[in-house]
């Protein structure tokens, strides 16, 4: 069965780079034709995708998102991994990582709250 799991700091400044990974178990994130995701949700509101590295090693970004934005992955760690740059507070949010496979959804990590403030 597949799991992931996010880590990362609970807490970042204002103007700062949050840096986050999502731990991979069960499965190579090479496995063809599985995307893997970043997805947020801030306090209140519902859930936002932020970006995907798929199976191949390509990249796709929220458009909101795209300029501050950076997936990669290490696939020897079998982990994949998220850089989210001028970081404010309304970036805020539980931010999650998923699987999918043709744009639908199966796995999810449990989440991790982040929280910008000074």
């Known amino acids: 069965q597949v799991q992931l799991q996010e880590s990362g700091p609970g807490l970042v400044k204002p103007s700062q780079t949050l840096s986050l990974t999502c731990t991979v178990s069960?499965?190579?994130?090479?496995?063809?034709?599985?995307?893997w995701n970043w997805i947020r949700q801030p306090p209140g509101k519902g859930l936002e995708w932020m970006g995907v590295?798929?199976?191949?090693?390509?990249?796709y970004y929220s458009p909101s998102l795209k300029s501050r934005t950076s997936i990669s992955r290490d696939t020897s760690k079998n982990q994949f991994s998220l850089q989210l740059s001028s970081m404010t507070p309304e970036d805020t949010a539980v931010y999650y990582c998923?699987?999918?496979?043709?744009?639908?959804?199966?796995?999810w990590g449990q989440g991790t709250q982040v929280t910008v403030s000074s």
């Open positions: 069960g499965g190579p994130i090479t496995t063809s034709n599985y995307a």
């Open positions: 998923a699987r999918s496979i043709a744009t639908m959804f199966g796995s």
């Open positions: 590295i798929i199976y191949d090693g390509n990249t």
